[in-house]
């Protein structure tokens, strides 16, 4: 079965940095982007950015862009997403989750990690 | 950024309805449009890519149809396990936005 993998709940304080990770096959950092996306508490879902693994080619979201940072060790199969200083606002579960890089179809994001719950508070 | 809302935010409806939910585009995306189911705790699961193929595993109770800027999920005969949020995302430009969502629950 295919998997990405992601790292434990994180409980941090204003100011603390972090990093949370994704795991995955060879084959699955091989053949596809992954994205992360963000889903504040009773809300809905918000894409991040992308990474290509082979290359570490980034797009981000405006909306996040200069506050976190998307990463990859290719030779580990994973990817991160790291923060240098959070905020109470970066409350959210966190997901990665992995797009076909064939162009013969829009294809969505298809296979999903399990979420990673991040807490931010004083 | 492309923006998408759908329509409606919230529905009630009954098991073995038919039921169809919106997704607008702000600007046209051709077919680069796919849709997402997601239950409480879950993360969400892919049900139709490229506006209207469906992805292997989902029932095909499941329909998607549109192209340019309008799009549309049609779900045909609602079973139990439905009952959840739908989310459209856009494909076609950094950043790939998702709607708003809309919230299928039992009347």
């Known amino acids: 079965e295919v998997q990405l993998v992601q790292s434990a709940a994180e409980l941090k304080k204003p100011g603390e940095s972090l990093t949370i990770s994704c795991n995955g096959s060879?084959?699955?950092?091989?053949?596809?982007?992954i994205s992360w996306v963000r889903q504040m508490p009773g809300k809905g879902l918000e894409w991040m950015g992308r990474?290509?693994?082979?290359?570490?080619?980034?797009n981000y979201s405006p909306s996040i862009q200069g506050h976190v940072t998307i990463s990859a060790d290719k030779s580990i199969n994973t990817v991160y997403l790291q923060w240098s200083s959070l905020k109470a606002s970066d409350t959210a579960v966190y997901y990665c989750?992995?797009?076909?890089?064939?162009?013969?179809?829009?294809?969505?994001?298809?296979?999903w990690g399990q979420g990673t719950t991040v807490t931010v508070s004083s | 950024a492309i923006q998408l809302t759908q329509s409606p935010s919230s529905l009630s409806t009954s098991v073995g309805d038919r039921v169809t939910i919106t997704c607008r585009a702000s600007?046209?995306?051709?077919?680069?449009l796919v849709w997402y189911q997601q239950k409480p705790g879950k993360p969400p699961k892919l049900l139709i890519y490229?506006?209207?193929r469906l992805q292997s595993g989902a029932p095909s109770r499941f329909r998607g149809s549109g192209s340019g800027t309008d799009f549309t999920l049609t779900i045909n005969g609602l079973q139990p396990e439905d009952f959840a949020d739908y989310y459209c995302q856009q494909l076609e430009t950094y950043p790939f936005t998702f709607g708003p969502g809309t919230r299928v629950d039992i009347k």
């Open positions: 989750a992995r797009r076909s890089r064939s162009d013969y179809y829009y294809y969505g994001l298809d296979v």
């Open positions: 060879e084959n699955t950092f091989s053949n596809y982007w």
């Open positions: 490229d506006a209207s």
């Open positions: 600007q046209a995306i051709s077919s680069a």
């Open positions: 990474i290509d693994p082979t290359d570490s080619y980034i």
